[in-house]
Structure formats: structure tokens, C-alpha cells
């Protein structure tokens, strides 16, 4: 799906001015403390049996479109490593450029091998490298951790146990280094398997510091699409196949609260 066939579903956001230290294109979230990530409906899916590339829009409290994001990825692979399949997505800005570019490894959904951890790189603009999200070793829990470019840390990410959450609202808790305070809070609400099943509906949201610098906030936007696609979806949380047209992630900026 090319950027210049997107339907114009929703309107777009006012372009923000240009910011002094940020990447061309993530001005938009100095100017936000919400985001919704919704994934867009594919007929194609609907009808055969065959996964397609993923589509999502990133829009604001307000409806407005930010950005557009497209999964790149080979329908071979697509078909037979499913969520654990290795993909590039480029997420574009209102005129169509690409402004940031996350790459997610091969990686089977298990925490006791370092061959099977999960790994993101992200680049914005595309080809200049922020950050990385890495999953480490933990016995019973998903755990990750932020770095920048350097490869030095910024933050970690703790789970729950998600197969045991199977019924249950999710939370991952973006914590500091030392793991004593609790920054901000990725969660995704679990509303019913009735509900569920008939409006295939699923949240997703983050909690964050309204002032957190813009390549941390795009690093945990690509954090959230890397747990959306290795942790919720090989959960099996999420009862019913992404057929249609529904709010995945909504991340929100708040205030840090202690541990």
C-alpha cells in the first residue's frame, strides 16, 4: 500500500514549526501527550486466508492523523513466522516522507535463549540510528531495555507474566535503570472476550513524561509495536484475528510516580 493511496479517513494534524535539536519530522510529538496507533482494515485479510502487510495510523487525543505507518515484510515469511517474522516499518509524515524507520529481527517468541530475544532498531530520520530496543534474559517475565545509539541505557520495560494475564488487563512498566521508580506505564486494557469477539477491539497505551526528549518518545513507539507483535499477539491475548479497522496502541505522557 503506497503512502499516496491512503484514504483521507481522518484529518491530519497542523504541521508544528520547525524545533531546534530534533529530527526533521518528530516535532509532532513535542507538541502531544497522546497517542493512538490504529490499525487499518485490509479486505484482502478478510477474505483469504493469506496475511497481508500491516498499516496503521498514528493520531492524537483529538483524532488527528500524525503520522502513517506501512510494515514491510516477505509474504513468504509473513506466512510462516506470523508474529515473530522480521520486518522493516516506515512510518511517514503528512507530505509522504519517511520520517522513522524501525527494523525488528527474526526472533522466536522465547526468553531463555539469547538466539530467540527480541531486537529494534530505529532510525529517524531514516539511516541515522537513535536507538535500539533489546529484550534480556528473565526467567518468568518479558523485560527490555532502551538504549541510544550508542547502545547505552536509557531505561528497561517489565512485563507480566502474559501468558498467565490471559484475562486480564497488561501492564509493562517503563521503569528507571536502578528499577526503583516507576517512570510511565505501557498497558493494554482487556475488555471482555464477548466484547471482544463482536467489536474485535483491543487498547494499547503508554504513560510517559509530557517533556521527555522526541527520539526517546520514538523509541518507545517503536517499543510498543515490538510488544504488540512478540508479546500480546504469541500470547494468544488477543482472541480474535486482526480483521478490521481498531485501536491498537494509545500512548499518553504523564508525570513519573515512585515504585
Known amino acids: 500500500m503506497a503512502f499516496c493511496n491512503i484514504q483521507p479517513r481522518t484529518h491530519w494534524m497542523q504541521t508544528p514549526g520547525s524545533t531546534a535539536n530534533c529530527p526533521p519530522g518528530l516535532e509532532y510529538l513535542t507538541q502531544i501527550n497522546h497517542l493512538f496507533v490504529c490499525q487499518c482494515f485490509d479486505l484482502l485479510e478478510v477474505f ?9 495510523d498514528v493520531m492524537n487525543n ?13 509474504c513468504f515469511i509473513r506466512h510462516f513466522c506470523g508474529p515473530s517474522r522480521p520486518f522493516t516499518m516506515t512510518i511517514y509524515d503528512n507530505v509522504g516522507c519517511d520520517v522513522i524507520t524501525l527494523h525488528k529481527a527474526l526472533r522466536w517468541s522465547c526468553c531463555w535463549s539469547n538466539c530467540c530475544l527480541q ?10 540510528i537513535i536507538g535500539y530496543v533489546y529484550q534480556y534474559y528473565h526467567p518468568f517475565l518479558p523485560m527490555f531495555k532502551i538504549t541510544n545509539e550508542n547502545k547505552e541505557n536509557l531505561m528497561k520495560i517489565r512485563g507480566p507474566c502474559v501468558v498467565s494475564s490471559c484475562l486480564k488487563d497488561l501492564n509493562f512498566n517503563l521503569l528507571s535503570l536502578d528499577e526503583e521508580m516507576i517512570i510511565g506505564k505501557i498497558s493494554n486494557q482487556w475488555i471482555g472476550f464477548m466484547r471482544e469477539l463482536f467489536t474485535n477491539t483491543n487498547k494499547f497505551g503508554i504513560q ?4 521527555l526528549d522526541v527520539r526517546i518518545k520514538a523509541l518507545l513507539l517503536g517499543a510498543s509495536f515490538l510488544i504488540w507483535t512478540t508479546c500480546i499477539l504469541n500470547s494468544g491475548h488477543k482472541s480474535q484475528p486482526e480483521k478490521s479497522y481498531q485501536t491498537l ?11
Do not use: H, I, M
Open 249 to 259: 496502541l494509545a500512548l499518553s505522557f504523564a508525570s513519573p510516580q515512585q515504585n
Open 48 to 56: 483469504s486466508p493469506f496475511e497481508t502487510n500491516k498499516t496503521y
Open 62 to 74: 483529538q483524532g488527528q492523523r500524525l503520522y502513517f505507518a506501512e510494515e514491510k515484510s516477505n
Open 119 to 128: 531486537k529494534l532498531k530505529v532510525e529517524a530520520p531514516p539511516g541515522e
Open 208 to 211: 510517559f513524561p509530557f517533556d
